[in-house]
């Protein structure tokens, strides 16, 4: 079974510049969820899907960060304008159900640097 | 508001020695998950707990969830140098409505 896959696996900006991460959930996994991990720290939920409904966005910067999973599966998470702040590791995971008790499974992530 | 808070927030031990980790929450969750991530790597789940006062064993690994359901624990016996990496306790925090990360903690093995 492939696991979540995300590109780009870097990415170098400046700041006030734009970029999307891409994520591929595994197949059949209902639930998709985007994190920021800064380091040294957990990982921060940012959004989370089930399907192509949005669950939990509560803690989505809505002003400069914006995310959508048109037809339930792919996903994308934009950030514009990027801000040093957002300087981090954005993970993509994806989990069978709808319940936040199941297990999660992780993409490699993509490690975002903003200058 | 709802805080999770992971001890210690960093542990150095020798091969061989025993390791434990704490998860504490201020308000009682209906389960808890733990996550392992190693240098470099992404999180991996270990193990999900749901009852009260519930302990679960992988090998070396020995998971407990309190019995007020508020606070867990992780504990390796005899650690190797590939228990290194971070463990992150994780859970449906805010009555459910939000799935948040503990902070951590980072076990260090030195062989």
């Known amino acids: 079974e492939a696991g979540v896959a995300q590109s780009p696996r870097y990415k170098i900006i400046e700041k006030r510049q734009s970029v999307a991460f891409w994520c591929n959930p595994i197949?059949?996994?209902?639930?998709l969820y985007w994190y920021q991990q800064i380091l040294g720290q957990g990982p921060k939920l940012l959004i989370q899907?089930?399907?192509?409904?949005?669950?939990?966005d509560s803690q989505l910067p809505k002003d400069r960060f914006s995310a959508e999973r048109l037809k339930g599966v792919d996903s994308t998470l934009k950030i514009q304008p990027a801000k040093l702040e957002d300087s981090a590791v954005y993970l993509c995971?994806?989990?069978?159900?709808?319940?936040?008790?199941?297990?999660?499974?992780f993409g490699p992530g993509t490690r975002l640097t903003v200058l | 508001g709802q805080q999770v808070m992971q001890i210690p927030q960093y542990q150095h031990v020798q091969e061989g020695e025993d390791f434990t980790t704490y998860c504490n929450s201020s308000?009682?969750?209906?389960?808890i998950q733990w996550y392992k991530q190693r240098p470099g790597g992404h999180p991996v789940f270990l193990i999900q707990?749901?009852?009260?006062?519930e302990v679960k064993k992988q090998k070396r690994l020995t998971f407990q969830f309190g019995e007020a359901k508020k606070n867990s624990s992780l504990h390796i016996t005899a650690t190797q140098t590939t228990d290194v990496g971070t463990y992150f306790c994780?859970?449906?925090?805010?009555?459910?409505?939000?799935?948040?990360f503990g902070p951590g903690t980072r076990l260090s093995v030195l062989p």
């Open positions: 995971a994806s989990s069978h159900s709808g319940r936040v008790s199941n297990e999660q499974f």
């Open positions: 308000t009682t969750l209906s389960n």
């Open positions: 707990l749901v009852k009260s006062g």
């Open positions: 899907f089930q399907n192509n409904g949005v669950v939990d």
């Open positions: 994780a859970g449906p925090w805010n009555y459910g409505q939000n799935f948040v």
């Open positions: 197949s059949g996994h209902a639930t």
